[in-house]
């Protein structure tokens, strides 16, 4: 079992940068793959982002290609999103999920499988 937590949403005019944070517990947190989605009103939960077990590899969606990075630290059992250059389409209440079965940065959703509460991010024009 894998319990997720994340903070660090809020509301940010565009052109400005937000960090959320993700807490892990319970099973051993350095041997899965982490990712980020969000979901905005009334559209489908998407891809942001994805880190592999050990940091060394990552995934983007191209939304945020070059705005958004992925970060993990593995003696805190903790994940990050440094988002900057945000817009008014960033915001949706963002996810924080773990893989426990893979170690690569996975894009597809159904193979994470567990989910934090979520955090809400608004980018006001």
């Known amino acids: 079992q894998v319990q997720l937590v994340e903070s660090g949403g809020g509301l940010v005019q565009a052109g400005g940068s937000l960090r959320l944070s993700c807490a892990a517990s319970?099973?051993?947190?350095?041997?899965?793959?982490m990712g980020w989605f969000r979901q905005a009103p009334g559209k489908d939960r998407d891809f942001v982002a994805a880190?592999?077990?050990?940091?060394?590899?990552?995934n983007y969606a191209a939304a945020v290609l070059g705005r958004f990075t992925i970060s993990r630290d593995n003696a805190k059992n903790s994940m990050y999103l440094q988002m900057n250059i945000l817009k008014p389409e960033d915001t949706a209440v963002y996810y924080c999920?773990?893989?426990?079965?893979?170690?690569?940065?996975?894009?597809?959703?159904?193979?994470?499988?567990?989910w934090g509460q979520g955090t809400q991010v608004t980018v006001s024009s």
């Open positions: 880190i592999s077990s050990g940091g060394g590899r990552t």
């Open positions: 999920a773990a893989a426990p079965g893979l170690s690569g940065p996975t894009v597809y959703s159904v193979r994470y499988d567990y």
């Open positions: 319970g099973r051993t947190f350095s041997t899965y793959a």
